[in-house]
Each structure stands twice: as C-alpha cells, then as structure tokens.
Nanobody, 124 residues
Framework: QVQLVESGGGSVQPGGSLRLSCTAS????????MGWFRQAPGNERSFVAA????????SYGDFVEGRFTISRDNAKNTVYLQMNSLKPEDSAVYYC?????????????????WGKGTLVTVSE
C-alpha cells in the first residue's frame, strides 16, 4: 500500500526556517513527480513546489519568491522542502503529493497520492 508521511513541521518565528521531509513507501520514487501543497483554514489548497523524477527540474508557486527549495533523494525515497525567511502567511498544513509524470508540474487534480500533512505555524 502506498503511503506518504510528512515530518518536520512545527512553530517558528517570522524569518525563521524549517525543513520538511516526506518519505514514501509502497512505490519506487523515481517513477513519480513529487511535490508540496499547503492549505490554511478558510483557504484553498495551493501549489507550493514540485520536482521531476530525477531532480532535473523544479517549479514553485508564485508566493515562494525564492525562499523555498525542493529536493529529493530517491535512494531514501524522500523529498524535502527547505523553507527560509518564513512569513506568518506561510502558516498552513503542508501536504506531500505524488503523480505519475515526468515534468515538474502538478495540480490538485493530477495528484495520485497525498500525505496526511504536517502543520507549520509562523508567529511571534
């Protein structure tokens, strides 16, 4: 059974950093594009970042503004999201996602597997 498990969420002050991890089981990671979405209370789920099967290309949501970096380690079946210069508006539940594709492109409709999410809170 395929499972995506996120970790690394927590509470930080504005300007701080977090690194999220997502470890997959039940699938070969190099067969899927991996990505991250986020959703805050009252907001729609929005695209954060995606990375192609072997890490050759990446894409980011417009709000990232160069602050986040997505990476992957297929040998560890893990994808990462390094988040720097965090803002209060970054507070959300962050979800790991996977789709069978080749390019770093994801929409909610294209996602095949979802993680259960990890909470990020940015506040004083």
């Amino acid at each position: 059974q395929v499972q995506l498990v996120e970790s690394g969420g927590g509470s930080v002050q504005p300007g701080g950093s977090l690194r999220l991890s997502c470890t997959a089981s039940g699938l070969t990671l190099n067969k899927v594009v991996m990505g991250w979405f986020r959703q805050a209370p009252g907001n729609e789920r929005s695209f954060v970042a995606a990375i192609s099967r072997f890490g050759e290309s990446t894409s980011y949501g417009d709000f990232v503004e160069g602050r986040f970096t997505i990476s992957r380690d297929n040998a560890k079946n893990t994808v990462y999201l390094q988040m720097n210069s965090l803002k209060p508006e970054d507070s959300a539940v962050y979800y790991c996602a996977a789709r069978f594709a080749t390019s770093a492109n994801m929409t909610q409709a294209s996602v095949r597997y979802w993680g259960k999410g990890t909470l990020v809170t940015v506040s004083e």
